[in-house]
């Protein structure tokens, strides 16, 4: 036996443990849930973990609304917002300060009725991963500059100078005197007017029709060569002529005024224009002044165009006529028998009321 045998007390005899109670096993449910609730948080510790490494991670503020983006969430190099420009304005002309954003359609129009410009980005922009663009205010939208009308109409002509021009209605001499002027010629009844009036030694006007003049130059001769002056009345006779564009009345009158001076023959003086149905404006009026001619009205209208009777023209002659007055009729444009039925009354009456015959007023 060992000798230290005798002074180790012999150890006592621990009791036995009691046997753990066996858990009931977990429902199949229970335990379901737990996985996915355990997959769920790895999941979010994953992703976060992922983004925040690659910068990827919005900030925790709230998505911006419509017209408050915050500086945080505007992409690099853009503006914050777009102000669209006043008529007239720099901004108006396609230099505006920055690109609109990305739900701005090129080619619209912004609710504030202006058209604006896409600009340029900034030049201080700096690279990097932008954020989500937040959405624009309706104010924002810009137009393309290819859809941005012009800002103006087209200018005017030049404005002439005195704009209340003179239309001449009386006679150059005054007094107790007529002037007799014939428009729309020369035509068929030309001819027997010139033979009228020579029986009573009248000098009268003639308003003629460019293309009616170049039709008939012989007409034209004999008008010049019997005494008679010569008006220029347009090409055509358009109506209303005031209304005409500034290159259209330049060419009726320009081109008339050269077709009867081509007519007449060398020599031939056209002194007036009368705009067809009386149709004067400023512009027109210069445009005959330019030519050295002056505008010519009447103060006397029978209405012979209408063919209303010879009687019905003596009638409204003698009623209308004050001393000094320029009387209106045709020789062309159509039937003028009527016509020259009342002048064959209407001379021998003028010279019976002591009129003397003149020309209009220059």
Not at 72 to 80: D, I, V
Not at 113 to 132: D, E, F, K, Y
Not at 289 to 309: E, F, Q
């Amino acid at each position: 036996m060992h000798r230290n045998a005798a002074r180790r007390p012999a150890h006592p005899i621990r009791p036995a443990r009691p046997a753990r109670p066996v858990r009931p096993a977990r429902p199949a449910a229970g335990r379901s849930r737990l996985v996915a609730g355990c997959i769920a948080v790895a999941a979010v510790l994953g992703l976060s973990a992922c983004g925040t490494a690659s910068g990827a991670l919005q900030p925790t503020t709230a998505a911006a609304t419509p017209g408050s983006a915050s500086p945080q969430q505007q992409p690099t190099g853009t503006a914050a917002s777009t102000t669209a420009p006043a008529t007239g304005s720099d901004g108006a002309t396609g230099s505006g300060p920055a690109a609109p954003s990305a739900a701005a359609k090129p080619g619209t129009s912004g609710t504030s009725g202006v058209s604006g410009t896409s600009g340029t980005p900034s030049a201080s922009g700096a690279s990097g991963t932008p954020s989500a663009p937040a959405q624009p205010a309706a104010t924002a939208r810009t137009t393309s500059p290819a859809t941005t009308p012009a800002t103006g109409t087209p200018a005017p002509p030049p404005a002439h100078p005195g704009t209340a021009t003179k239309v001449i209605g009386s006679t150059a001499s005054g007094g107790r005197t007529v002037a007799l002027t014939f428009d729309d010629g020369p035509g068929p009844a030309t001819g027997q007017i010139l033979d009228l009036l020579a029986q009573y030694h009248v000098k009268a006007t003639f308003c003629e029709i460019g293309q009616n003049a170049a039709a008939n130059p012989a007409l034209v001769k004999r008008v010049v060569a019997e005494g008679h002056r010569l008006c220029d009345h347009s090409v055509h006779h358009p109506q209303p002529f005031e209304k005409l564009s500034h290159d259209k009345a330049v060419y009726e009158i320009g081109a008339a005024h050269d077709m009867i001076v081509k007519a007449g023959g060398p020599g031939t003086e056209v002194s007036w224009f009368r705009a067809p149905g009386g149709g004067f404006d400023a512009d027109n009026e210069h445009i005959a002044a330019g030519l050295g001619m002056s505008s010519l009205g009447w103060s006397v209208d029978p209405r012979d165009w209408a063919r209303p009777g010879a009687p019905a023209i003596v009638s409204t002659v003698q009623q209308q006529l004050k001393p000094g007055g320029v009387i209106l009729m045709h020789d062309g444009g159509g039937d003028r028998s009527q016509t020259v039925a009342a002048l064959k009354q209407l001379l021998p009456w003028l010279v019976a009321q002591g009129y003397t015959f003149d020309l209009p007023a220059a």
